[in-house]
């Protein structure tokens, strides 16, 4: 049960942004954002369970975000596909998003939401396969505006989809964004860490839990509560920057007690150096080599205790992204 916010082309600083939060039970195994070393460009957190992943990004600019569809009184297929592996899959091949997504079969999977994006063309689009009209919905091309996701439909208006659309709009108008400051606390602890819950039962999704249950779920950020005999909550909040002027960053607030370390590498593959830790930095994430030593990510202790913060520069993008012009007023 996800929440994803997200944006590109409407900001005269930010051209894209992807705010995340994952829940999910407790008990999962889950290793952090890390280079992988079956994809070395593939940056995403990875499930260790159905060895896919809900968020990730590549170093030539594509990225992919998912989250599953709520519905606990549709029958599950017993021989559905992964949905982890749907944003692998696009991450790693060469097909525009829209071409992606109209090689899937949707009703080989349980309920997803899937957007996929290429930075460089600036191409986002969209497919699910539940809602009213899902059975004749195909891929949807986004329009460059202020979305909000997530365990219905594309703007199903959940109130914590909307509160979290009201908090990015109103960071988007804080002048001290545009000049870069701020901007991360903001977006982890004023959007992402909301922990309000609708009081409302009127106001709770209809989604088929029982109304004790949606509530726990109504905020952005779900603390952990017993569900089917299980701790359950947000596990993970993860932030994706793009400025105009190519920067990027991604940053992953880490909160689960049983998350992993992201494996390293003691050998960079493509110069045979040893990959050091970095003076001052707790740990350097996995990176392939010399060539990329601009992918820099450090570990440190988060705002909130029991937290871990990873920080990855995405320097690559400096190269890639078009000289893009201011947003339009």
């Known amino acids: 049960m996800c929440t994803a916010l997200f944006f590109y082309d409407i900001h005269p600083t930010l051209l894209f942004l992807l705010a995340f939060n994952r829940e999910e039970y407790q008990e999962r195994p889950t290793e952090p954002a890390h280079f992988w070393q079956d994809h070395p460009d593939l940056l995403a957190a990875r499930d260790l369970k159905g060895g896919g992943t809900w968020l990730g990004v590549t170093r030539s600019g594509r990225v992919a975000w998912l989250t599953n569809f709520r519905e606990p009184a549709f029958d599950r297929l017993k021989d559905a596909r992964s949905r982890g592996a749907l944003p692998v899959d696009f991450l790693n091949s060469t097909l525009s998003p829209m071409q992606y997504l109209r090689?899937?079969?949707?009703?080989?999977?349980?309920?997803?939401?899937?957007?996929?994006?290429?930075?460089?063309?600036?191409?986002?689009?969209?497919?699910?396969n539940r809602g009213k009209d899902a059975a004749g919905r195909g891929p949807l091309k986004l329009e460059h505006q202020l979305y909000g996701l997530s365990n219905g439909v594309l703007q199903d208006m959940w109130p914590k989809v909307e509160q979290g659309k009201q908090k990015v709009e109103a960071l988007m108008e804080d002048a001290s964004v545009a000049q870069g400051s701020g901007v991360w606390d903001s977006l982890f602890d004023g959007v992402l860490g909301d922990r309000a819950k609708v009081t409302e039962e009127s106001q709770l999704p209809q989604t088929g839990m029982p109304a004790s249950v949606e509530q726990?779920?109504?905020?952005?950020?779900?603390?952990?509560?017993?569900?089917k005999g299980a701790e359950y909550g947000t596990?993970?909040?993860?932030?994706?920057?793009?400025?105009?002027d190519g920067f990027a960053e991604l940053?992953?607030?880490?909160?689960?007690?049983?998350?992993?370390?992201?494996?390293?590498l003691s050998k960079a593959p493509d110069s045979g150096e040893r990959d050091p830790v970095a003076p001052g930095l707790s740990q350097r994430v996995n990176c392939p080599g010399a060539a990329d030593r601009a992918a820099l990510g450090r570990l440190q202790k988060g705002a909130r205790a029991g937290?871990?913060?990873?920080?990855?520069?995405l320097q690559p993008f400096l190269q890639l992204l078009p000289p893009v012009v201011a947003a339009q007023e």
Not at 216 to 227: C, G, K, N, T, W
Not at 236 to 241: P, R
Not at 307 to 313: D, G, P, R
Request: charged share 25%; with cysteine; net charge neutral.
């Open 103 to 128: 090689t899937l079969r949707p009703e080989e999977y349980n309920g997803f939401n899937l957007c996929v994006a290429d930075l460089v063309s600036g191409e986002i689009d969209y497919l699910t």
């Open 251 to 264: 940053r992953e607030r880490t909160l689960a007690r049983n998350a992993v370390a992201p494996p390293r």
């Open 235 to 244: 596990r993970s909040q993860t932030v994706l920057l793009v400025r105009r």
């Open 307 to 313: 937290s871990v913060t990873q920080s990855v520069l």
């Open 216 to 227: 726990e779920l109504s905020s952005i950020f779900v603390e952990p509560f017993q569900l």
